[in-house]
């Protein structure tokens, strides 16, 4: 704490001036997290927070989709990214032309797309979803199937929770999909009775090896109502580091698997932000609309 004290003082200090609030991602390292946030949670949990939060500026210590989502639900807000190269493998997988070529490929079936893609993708897709609400939300279009995208192993658990049918795509978080079922096996042969969770993100065979399949925010949830001593939890590995303090009774065993794009957020960056009020994303007009429909159906669809 030595080192993070001093900018975490002045981070605070400066939040007030600029009338600002800190919106972190629940894999944002303890610093951050437990240091300067003023809101923490998952994708969807930060979207509604985005919405409704009362101040003139947000900074978003997440990835750069999560900082669009912000300024489409939030256009009067200035949102500040601490790091302009915070992407996610999952959004940099489509484009906006890649669900028109989907749209023209499958004529008239309904185009779901996850919250980690462009504001551009957004556009173009009819609803978005997180993983807290995935099956809700293509459940909720009343079709009998549906294009989702990008996230081919999100897709597949989604296929398995549903009747609907689910047309894929081809992408794929880097940081999840290194996971493995063999993993887990080892994690149960070395710790007798350790329990589950995993993000829907991972392959199927970790899923299908797991006790709980769930968001971040789930996650997190959950683990408040499981009795199980040792837990392990299949995601990014700061979140363990978030949730370990606050769950003192159980022992958490970690693999880590750190996103390298979460992970360009830092306090000397958020301080940086604050004092330059930049960098600064922003999203064409004409982009926002659509995009915004999309986000609003989802988020009328409820968690
Ligand atoms: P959550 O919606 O579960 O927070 O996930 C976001 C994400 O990027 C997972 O890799
Ligand atoms: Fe994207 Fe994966 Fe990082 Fe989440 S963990 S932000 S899905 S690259």
Redesign the pocket.
């Known amino acids: 704490w030595a080192v993070h004290a001093p900018y975490v003082a002045r981070i605070n200090e400066l939040k007030k001036e600029r009338g600002a609030v800190i919106l972190a ?1 629940n ?1 944002q390292t303890p610093d951050i997290f437990y240091g300067v946030a003023d809101i923490t949670g998952d994708s969807l949990g930060l979207a509604r927070d985005a919405a409704r939060v009362d101040a003139d500026v947000i900074v978003q210590c ?2 750069h ?1 999560m900082a669009e989502t912000s300024k489409i639900l939030a256009p009067e807000k200035t949102v500040l990214l601490p790091d302009m190269d915070a ?5 940099e997988g489509i484009t906006g032309a890649d669900v028109r070529l989907l749209k023209e490929r499958y004529p008239g079936v309904p185009v779901v797309v996850y919250v ?1 893609t462009s504001a551009e993708v957004k556009a173009e897709a009819d609803i978005c979803c997180t993983s807290s609400n995935a099956v809700e939300v293509v459940e909720s279009l009343g079709v009998d199937r549906v294009i989702f995208a990008p ?1 081919k192993y999100l897709g597949q658990w989604v296929a398995s929770q549903t009747d609907v049918e689910i047309i894929l795509y081809e992408g794929s ?4 999909e290194r996971f493995t079922g063999a993993e887990i096996e080892t994690y149960r042969r070395q710790h007798p009775g350790v329990y589950v969770l995993a993000h829907p ?1 991972c392959p199927q065979d970790v899923l299908k090896a797991a006790d709980y399949v769930g968001s971040t925010g789930h996650m997190i949830k959950h683990l408040d109502e499981t009795p199980a001593k040792q837990v392990v939890m299949i ?2 590995c700061s979140m363990s580091d978030n949730v370990a303090s606050e769950h003192p009774e159980k022992e958490f065993i970690r693999p880590c698997n750190l ?4 992970q360009r957020i830092t306090l000397p960056k958020i301080l940086a932000a604050l004092e330059n009020m930049a960098p600064e994303v922003t999203v064409p007009e004409k982009v926002i609309a659509g995009a915004r429909d999309s986000l609003q159906r989802m988020l009328d669809v409820g968690r």
Request: charged letters at 15%.
């Open positions: 991602h894999y997440g990835v989709f992407g996610c493998s999952l959004a980690n996230d978080c880097e940081v999840h993100e995601t990014e996103c390298p794009h979460m």
